[in-house]
Structures are given as structure tokens and as C-alpha cells.
Nanobody, 122 residues
Framework: VQLQASGGGLVQAGGSLLLSCRVPHTFTSRATGWFRRFPGKEREFLATISRSGTTTAYAEFLEGRFTVSRDTGTNTVFLQMNSLKVEDTAVYYC?????????????????WGQGTLVTVSS
């Protein structure tokens, strides 16, 4: 069973990207989160969305630039990233929470997708 994250790429500072994560049916009863990792660093929490899509939570440092959403019909979770900065350059991951509501630490997630690289140029 594997998550499929996609949508990364090269974008100029100030631009936008939409990341997608196809969640296998097996995990649709759980929350899904987005994280990123900088080289040599631990994964950093960005956002999470409950299994129903009605509850979301974000890392405070994002200041409203990113939005997480869920299409329950296609079992796809999205991360809309706006006003991107050079310092947002990282590998981005989606992950399935152990429960239905979503937590803000990596240890609460037990299935991880392969990361997608986001590069923001100046």
C-alpha cells in the first residue's frame, strides 16, 4: 500500500503550486497530513485534515499561505501553496495519521508517501 504524492516542481518566488496525494481506500477512515523536509533536517509539520475533511490544522509559521483540502470522492488530499518563498524549497510528503482527526507531529503518522520536490527560485 503506497500513498502517491505529486505536483512538485520548479516555481518562481511568489508563485503557487498544488500538491496532490492519492490516499488508498484502506486509509480513508484516517486523517491525512502534509510535511516537508529540508536537507539534513527532521520532517516539519505543515497541515492536516480530518477524514471527513471538516477539520483542518496548520503550522503557525505558514501564516495562511497554504491550504489543505480533501476530495472524498476521489480519496485525494490537496495542498494549495501560495505566495511561495525561496525558503519553501524542500521535499514535501503526505502521510496517513493513525487516527481520524489529525495531529501535528510526525510520530502520529504511520504511512508516508514518496516525497515530491518543490523548488522555489528567486
Amino acid at each position: 500500500v503506497q500513498l502517491q504524492a505529486s505536483g512538485g516542481g520548479l516555481v518562481q518566488a511568489g508563485g503557487s503550486l498544488l500538491l496532490s496525494c492519492r490516499v488508498p481506500h484502506t486509509f480513508t477512515s484516517r486523517a491525512t497530513g502534509w510535511f516537508r523536509r529540508f536537507p539534513g533536517k527532521e520532517r516539519e509539520f505543515l497541515a492536516t485534515i480530518s477524514r471527513s475533511g471538516t477539520t483542518t490544522a496548520y503550522a503557525e509559521f505558514l501564516e495562511g499561505r497554504f491550504t489543505v483540502s480533501r476530495d472524498t470522492g476521489t480519496n485525494t488530499v490537496f495542498l494549495q501553496m501560495n505566495s511561495l518563498k525561496v525558503e519553501d524549497t524542500a521535499v514535501y510528503y503526505c502521510a496517513v495519521d493513525k487516527g481520524p482527526y489529525g495531529v501535528q507531529w510526525a510520530g502520529g503518522y504511520d504511512y508516508w508517501g514518496q516525497g515530491t520536490l518543490v523548488t522555489v527560485s528567486s
